[in-house]
C-alpha cells in the first residue's frame, strides 16, 4: 500500500511536495489543505480534494502522514502542534532558537495521540545538521562552519517586500570567497558574521518611492541586514522577472579537524548543495522523511523526531537486503 500524503498549505514549498510524490512510487497524493479559497487552487494531480484547511481533521482516516508546508514565523508553531493530535505530521521548521521550544510543543501533542511527527525537516536544518553532527563526531578536535548561497532567502526578500514603497524584491546571500578559502585551507580562522557572507538586494520600488530612505532601511534593518555588508540594486519589474525569477539556494558545511599524537594532521570534510529550486529539494527531502515517519507510527512509536533520531535505512524505500547489497 502507497504512503498516503496530505499537503497542509499549497504555496512553493506545497506545489514541490505534489511534485516530490509524483517521483516517489511508495507515496500517493490523498489531498491538499488549503486556507484560500479551494476552488480558486489548481493542483497538478487530478481526481485529489483540495480542502478547506479547518477541514483537515476529516480526512484523519484518509492521511498517513501530513507535511506542513507554512512558515516558520507564525504558522508552524501553532499549525504543527494541533495536527500531531490526529496526524503523523512533518515540518520544515527552520527558526534554529526556536526548535527546541517547537519540539517540545510537538512531543507533547504527539505522544499524547500516539502519532509521529519529526521536524525541522530540509537541508538547513536537516541535511547540514547531519552532516555537522557526523563530521563532529568523527573529528572530535575542530571547527564547524556553515555557509549559505550563493541563493535566495525567501525570508530577507519578504522583509525588504514589507518596506514602504517596496513593489517587490529579491535578496542573494553570498559567502564571502576569501573566508571560505580560509577554512578549507585548515586553517579554522575565527570569522565574525560580516566576514562570512555578503548580501545583494534586487529592488523595484514603487513610482515616486523614496529610493535613498529604502536603501537606508534595507541597510539598518536589524536581525536581517546589519551585520553585514549589503549592497543594494533597484531595477525595472520586467528585470526582476527575467533575471531573477527562480529560487536558487545552496551551500557547504565544512569541518576542519585534526588527529595524531601532536595533532599534526588536518583534514577537512566538506557537504555542499547547489539547487536551482530551494522548495523543490526541501520538498524531496519532506518525502524522504514522511516515508520514515509513516514506518516509525506502524512499528508504535510516538512523539516528536528530529533527523537526528531517524535511522538512514528508514528514508529508503527500499529493503535493508538492496541496501545493504547496493549502497554499504
Given at each position: 500500500?502507497n504512503?498516503?500524503i496530505?499537503?497542509?498549505?499549497?504555496?512553493?514549498?506545497g506545489?514541490?511536495?505534489?511534485?516530490?510524490?509524483r517521483?516517489?512510487?511508495?507515496?500517493?497524493?490523498?489531498?491538499?489543505?488549503?486556507?484560500?479559497?479551494?476552488?480558486?487552487?489548481k493542483?497538478?494531480?487530478?481526481?485529489?480534494p483540495?480542502?478547506?484547511?479547518?477541514?483537515?481533521?476529516?480526512m484523519?482516516?484518509?492521511?498517513?502522514?501530513?507535511?506542513?508546508c507554512?512558515?516558520?514565523?507564525?504558522?508552524?508553531?501553532?499549525?504543527?502542534?494541533?495536527?500531531a493530535h490526529?496526524?503523523?505530521?512533518?515540518?520544515?521548521?527552520?527558526t534554529?532558537a526556536?526548535?527546541?521550544?517547537?519540539?517540545?510543543?510537538?512531543?507533547?501533542?504527539?505522544?499524547a495521540?500516539?502519532?509521529v511527527?519529526?521536524?525541522?525537516v530540509?537541508w538547513?536544518?536537516?541535511?547540514?545538521?547531519?552532516?555537522?553532527?557526523?563530521?563532529?563526531?568523527?573529528?572530535?578536535?575542530?571547527?564547524?562552519?556553515?555557509?549559505?548561497?550563493?541563493?535566495?532567502?525567501?525570508?530577507?526578500?519578504?522583509?525588504?517586500?514589507?518596506?514602504?514603497?517596496?513593489?517587490?524584491?529579491?535578496?542573494?546571500?553570498?559567502?564571502?570567497?576569501?573566508?571560505?578559502?580560509?577554512?578549507?585551507?585548515?586553517?579554522?580562522?575565527e570569522?565574525?558574521?560580516?566576514q562570512?557572507?555578503?548580501?545583494?538586494?534586487?529592488?523595484?520600488?514603487?513610482?515616486?518611492?523614496?529610493?535613498?530612505?529604502?536603501e537606508?532601511?534595507?541597510?539598518?534593518?536589524?536581525?536581517?541586514?546589519?551585520?553585514?555588508?549589503t549592497t543594494?540594486?533597484f531595477?525595472?519589474?520586467e528585470?526582476?522577472?527575467k533575471?531573477h525569477?527562480?529560487?536558487?539556494?545552496?551551500?557547504?558545511?565544512?569541518?576542519?579537524?585534526?588527529?595524531g599524537a601532536?595533532?599534526?594532521?588536518?583534514?577537512?570534510?566538506?557537504?555542499?548543495?547547489?539547487?536551482?529550486s530551494?522548495?523543490?529539494?526541501?520538498?524531496?527531502?519532506?518525502?524522504?522523511?514522511?516515508?520514515?515517519?509513516?514506518?516509525?507510527?506502524?512499528?508504535?512509536?510516538?512523539?516528536?523526531?528530529t533527523?537526528f533520531?531517524?535511522?538512514?535505512?528508514?528514508?529508503?524505500?527500499?529493503?535493508?537486503?538492496?541496501?545493504?547489497?547496493?549502497l554499504?
Amino acid at each position: 500500500m502507497n504512503i498516503r500524503i496530505g499537503i497542509y498549505g499549497y504555496g512553493n514549498l506545497g506545489r514541490g511536495v505534489e511534485c516530490a510524490i509524483r517521483q516517489n512510487k511508495d507515496t500517493e497524493l490523498a489531498a491538499v489543505f488549503t486556507r484560500r479559497n479551494p476552488e480558486s487552487v489548481k493542483i497538478l494531480t487530478d481526481g485529489v480534494p483540495v480542502l478547506r484547511a479547518a477541514d483537515a481533521e476529516k480526512m484523519a482516516d484518509k492521511i498517513d502522514v501530513m507535511i506542513l508546508c507554512g512558515g516558520s514565523a507564525t504558522d508552524l508553531p501553532e499549525q504543527t502542534p494541533a495536527l500531531a493530535h490526529r496526524f503523523n505530521v512533518i515540518d520544515s521548521f527552520d527558526t534554529h532558537a526556536k526548535i527546541p521550544d517547537h519540539f517540545k510543543a510537538v512531543d507533547a501533542a504527539a505522544k499524547a495521540s500516539g502519532k509521529v511527527g519529526i521536524i525541522s525537516v530540509g537541508w538547513d536544518p536537516g541535511m547540514f545538521s547531519l552532516n555537522r553532527l557526523y563530521a563532529g563526531a568523527i573529528l572530535s578536535d575542530g571547527c564547524d562552519y556553515t555557509f549559505w548561497g550563493k541563493g535566495v532567502s525567501q525570508g530577507h526578500s519578504d522583509a525588504i517586500r514589507r518596506i514602504d514603497g517596496v513593489k517587490d524584491a529579491k535578496q542573494y546571500t553570498i559567502p564571502v570567497p576569501e573566508a571560505l578559502e580560509a577554512v578549507r585551507s585548515g586553517s579554522n580562522p575565527e570569522l565574525t558574521t560580516r566576514q562570512k557572507h555578503t548580501r545583494e538586494c534586487f529592488v523595484v520600488a514603487e513610482d515616486n518611492a523614496d529610493k535613498a530612505r529604502i536603501e537606508q532601511e534595507i541597510k539598518t534593518m536589524p536581525n536581517y541586514f546589519s551585520d553585514y555588508d549589503t549592497t543594494v540594486h533597484f531595477i525595472s519589474q520586467e528585470e526582476l522577472d527575467k533575471n531573477h525569477g527562480g529560487i536558487p539556494h545552496g551551500g557547504f558545511v565544512i569541518r576542519s579537524g585534526k588527529t595524531g599524537a601532536e595533532l599534526e594532521n588536518t583534514h577537512i570534510i566538506e557537504y555542499s548543495l547547489k539547487l536551482d529550486s530551494n522548495p523543490e529539494f526541501t520538498a524531496s527531502v519532506l518525502i524522504a522523511y514522511a516515508r520514515a515517519a509513516f514506518r516509525l507510527s506502524s512499528e508504535g512509536a510516538s512523539g516528536c523526531k528530529t533527523v537526528f533520531d531517524i535511522p538512514p535505512a528508514y528514508l529508503r524505500a527500499e529493503s535493508g537486503e538492496y541496501l545493504r547489497a547496493h549502497l554499504l
